[in-house]
């Protein structure tokens, strides 16, 4: 049976197997499989998720919770309206300086109720949101030619290049490091890509209304962002609840994993009312996803484990050097969450875009080996393995494309990688951008597994780009003033 025209009967059986998998929870898909067992695969949604929503908890009410990939306790206070002092009393075996929870590890919560909380149904796993291990081998040229859709035949230019529609998903995929399967999904589900040979006669192809974005290309942007948007804000812990374009409030149950908040939240920016519970129900975003690749919860790859720690890093310059922190946490990629990159900028008599000089220039930070170098950016791949979905990655950006440090080469720690400038982005003067990643997921610059640089830790700011590093009693400032106040020298403490 050929999946150029998926017969409703593949989508209907492949959403039944794959949906017997338990979630992190332990809640078991096998209700939903036997809901959905006999559903046309026209059928349209009815009703709420068929998922129970929380109960009216008594204040400080303990209940059992199962650890999930990422959790940390700052984001668990803010999910479940609690504070961490209060959860660390309820499980003394977790350390105080804990990063990550294990996942599958029980806990206690004290939860203080909040009105409108969702069902606590989970759309995807988050090893199917990041473009991360799960995605080594997948060839997303082979897997659209196997359909008749618009897609195949598709090309656009970006990137300084013309791609086709498969490069088009690999581009943004590896750019915003989301799932070129849930790229592939959100345009099947909302476009018909991969099953309509005819594109849909739309100015704003994904549903995003803004001047400037009727391209596809932009649309796919606007999308893979917003999806970061709603996954890392719920990751930090700073997005519990938001508002639909009717007005209405949408508050994601407080045991809802990343992904899932992600796409509720990407979904949040064009639908409401029963579109929007379509959407994030089984019937939706979530059938369309198994249709085409089953199987997405029986994938027990961990994107985040628990105790995770980043290795030692230098600062990115070399030793004796005094550079100027210009850049608090600010969006690694795009705009938005995720807040993961930092900015450096050499010392110069001039502001502004300017050429670096020879002894000012970026260095490793840490051995590894350079798998992507382009226009503006190096990444330096920590494990060696050649892959970037795969553990630590440091992820520089505004490298000059003038002697840049070539893809392949294996570099050691302090090697030079390239020289700062304004290539690769709209700047308004010569910096270095840092960003770091493990497992493809964009790691926080701030918070539990702060970014630190020879002892300097990342604070994060009242507004983006503000924050300090912190030593001890040592204080830098991030400012574009290039004062005092806002330097700091490599080496001397290393």
Known sequence: MSKKNLPDILITITLILSACAPNAQGQSFAALADQNKNVPATATFTGPTPLPT??????????????QSGDNLPALAARF?????????????????ATTMPPGMPMKIPVYYLALWASPYQILPDNAFVNGPPLIG??????????????????????G???????????????????????????????????????????????????????????????????????????????????????????????????????QYYYSRIYAGQDFATAIGPLGLARTYTALFAGAWLDETVIIPGSLRQPEFPL??????????????????????????VDFAPPADVSGCFVADDKNYVTAMADGLIVRSELGTVVLDLDKDGNER???????LHLATRERVPLGLEVSRGDFVGYPSCEGGRVTGTHVHLARKYNGEWILASGPLAFVMEGWTVERGAEVYLGRLVKGALTVTA???????????SGLNP
């Open 161 to 263: 290049q013309w791609r086709t529609g498969p490069g088009l998903i690999d581009y943004v995929a590896t750019n915003y490091s989301v799932s070129p399967r849930l790229l592939l999904a959100v345009l099947e589900y909302q476009t018909g890509a991969l099953t309509n040979p005819e594109k849909p006669d739309s100015t704003y192809l994904l549903g995003y209304e803004r001047v400037y974005y009727t391209s596809m290309y932009l649309q796919l942007v606007w999308a893979a962002n917003t999806l970061n948007n709603g996954y890392y804000g719920w990751r930090i812990g700073d997005l519990t609840s938001f508002d639909l374009p009717d007005g209405s409030q949408f508050r994601p149950d407080p045991g809802e994993n990343a992904a899932s908040v992600g796409i």
């Open 81 to 97: 309206n609690t504070t961490v002092a209060e959860i660390l009393t309820a499980n003394p075996f977790i350390p105080a300086d």
């Open 316 to 341: 990115p310059f070399p030793p004796g050097q005094s550079w100027t922190y210009t850049g608090g946490p600010h969006t690694g990629w795009g705009t938005g969450e995720p807040f993961t990159a």
């Open 138 to 159: 997948f060839d997303t040229t082979a897997f659209v030619s196997q359909y008749d859709g618009w897609l195949s035949n598709f090309r656009a230019y970006a990137g």
């Open 479 to 489: 400012c574009t003033c290039s004062d005092l106040y806002s330097q700091i020298i």
């Open 390 to 396: 795969t553990g630590w990655v440091i992820f520089y």
């Open 54 to 67: 929380r109960p009216n908890y008594q204040p400080g009410e303990l209940i059992d919770y199962v650890a």
